[in-house]
């Protein structure tokens, strides 16, 4: 994937998630018209909110979304808003859904996220280290 900075008014950023979430009680109910239409709401909610979709993959009974956030914006408040929308959403336009998610939830309760990046934490830390600052405390150094 090529490096292209993401600009705002006063920022220049580059913000890497990886999201998976299931289904609730990890039942397979993404499959065909469903898949399609959970796909197509979560492409409507990021463009709503300036979220950037990299990658992402519907299964029967979790998703993938490689997103690219705004700094403005929480992974938290993310995945509330598409979990929370699209569940919304998917409740209301498929009965079958209502029969198999009582309870008004299509998703679990939790999800996983984690950052990517080019550089490994120990890069960046070595970065931070060496800014030309004299040694007066080892992990978080003031200069000038």
């Known amino acids: 994937?090529?490096?292209?900075?993401?600009?705002?008014?006063?920022?220049?950023?580059?913000?890497?998630?990886?999201?998976?979430?299931?289904t609730k009680y990890r039942k397979p109910l993404l499959r065909g018209e469903s898949g399609v239409a959970v796909r197509d709401l979560i492409r409507a909610i990021c463009e709503k909110n300036d979220i950037?979709?990299?990658k992402g993959h519907v299964r029967p009974?979790?998703?993938?979304?490689?997103?690219?956030?705004p700094p403005h914006l929480a992974p938290s408040r993310a995945m509330q808003a598409i979990k929370g929308k699209t569940s919304h959403h998917m409740l209301r336009d498929f009965r079958r859904l209502r029969r198999e998610c009582w309870?008004?939830?299509?998703?679990?309760?939790g999800y996983f996220v984690c950052?990517?990046?080019?550089?490994?934490?120990?890069?960046?830390?070595?970065?931070?280290a060496n800014q030309d600052v004299a040694e007066e405390?080892?992990?978080?150094k003031v200069s000038g």
């Open 137 to 140: 405390d080892e992990d978080f």
């Open 115 to 128: 950052t990517s990046g080019n550089v490994t934490d120990e890069v960046i830390a070595q970065y931070v």
């Open 61 to 69: 009974d979790h998703v993938h979304l490689f997103l690219s956030l």
């Open 1 to 22: 994937m090529s490096r292209t900075y993401r600009r705002g008014p006063h920022t220049v950023y580059e913000l890497h998630y990886h999201f998976v979430f299931t």
């Open 103 to 109: 309870g008004k939830h299509l998703w679990s309760r």
């Open 52 to 54: 950037r979709i990299l």
